[in-house]
């Protein structure tokens, strides 16, 4: 007689996984998740204390030391200008971070406006807002961007707004499919069945009930935004010299990556390391969140 390692039991049967391992499972903190919510949280302290890091001037630098290559004193070396490479890739840190979040904020809001007064009102608005929903996700993020800078003109709370009003479609229709769902639920029909206003049933159970996925989608979206904002500084859209911002330093390294190719390599690291951080971090979460519900 010969032993089978067949995971299935006499019967045709699968051994069933307790729930409790499942759910530790779902929820472990895998070692590249922690290393990018390690990440995410030294750029965090990066952003509001610089100074712990490094104590030179972004700004001003030394023509004598332009285009040094790396050393005790200019830990990345320096750019064109003598600034440490250094000093401004940490200072740069707050304007990337705030970007994506204050952008992802201003998608976040509109969308959850925009979303729940068109799942929950349904009728003429529910029709209007999905019309122009559509309209607006038919055309790419980045015309909406270049009407916006067009617009207010170019600088980083441009910048903000382009990048910002550019994820308020998405988000309101993730929103909307949402409240749909909610709506249509027991304990919103009792709610209305016994009288509470639709102010009242919005705010203390439609909203709540919705946040979970759009917050998710929001925290993915702060990578998604800090590309596209670094992508449009690129272009001379964003930031304006001397600001510090990694995507326009890329662009100004452009013309001297031949003799000098670290003032472009590091802060294209440091956005490349940024965005998967935050993305990684973003995706741990929306797992841990659709494993939650479904365990409810």
């Known amino acids: 007689m010969s032993l089978s390692l067949n995971p299935r039991l006499s019967g045709g049967r699968t051994p069933r996984v307790p729930r409790a391992e499942r759910v530790r499972s779902a929820h ?3 070692p590249g998740v922690a290393l990018s919510a390690l990440v995410v949280l030294l750029l965090i302290v990066a952003a509001l204390w610089p100074g712990l890091f490094t104590n030179q001037d972004p700004i001003e630098g030394d023509p004598a030391s332009a285009f040094a290559g790396s050393s005790a004193a200019h830990i990345l070396g320096t750019d064109q200008l003598g600034r440490d490479l250094f000093s401004r890739i940490i200072h740069g840190t707050v304007y990337s971070l705030s970007l994506g979040v204050g952008a992802s904020l201003i998608g976040l809001i509109g969308g959850v406006i925009l979303g729940v007064l068109a799942g929950y009102s349904r009728g003429i608005w529910d029709r209007v807002i999905t019309r ?3 309209v607006l996700l038919a055309f790419p993020e980045v015309l909406v961007a270049l ?9 980083q709370w441009s910048l903000l707004w382009a990048v910002g009003l550019g ?8 929103v909307r499919t949402q409240v749909l769902q909610i709506r249509g639920s027991g304990f919103i029909r009792s709610g209305i069945a016994l009288g509470l206003s639709p102010t009242r049933l919005i705010l203390k159970h439609v909203v709540p ?3 979970g996925p759009v917050l998710v989608h929001a925290v ?3 990578g998604v935004c800090i590309i596209f904002g670094a992508a449009l500084s690129f272009l001379g859209l964003g930031a304006v ?8 330093m890329l ?11 670290w003032i472009a390599i590091w802060p294209g690291v440091f956005i490349t390391l940024t965005v998967i951080s935050v993305t990684v971090t973003g995706r741990w979460l929306q797992q841990r969140f659709i494993s939650k519900r479904s365990s409810l």
Do not use: C, F, K, M
């Open 147 to 155: 009407l916006t800078i067009t617009i207010l003109g170019p600088g």
């Open 167 to 174: 994820r308020i479609p998405g988000a309101a229709r993730l």
């Open 28 to 30: 472990a903190l895998h």
């Open 209 to 211: 009930n919705s946040l």
């Open 132 to 134: 122009a929903l559509d």
């Open 241 to 248: 010299p001397p600001t510090p911002e990694w995507g326009l």
């Open 220 to 222: 993915i979206g702060v």
């Open 251 to 261: 662009s100004e390294a452009r013309q001297y990556l031949s003799i000098a190719p």
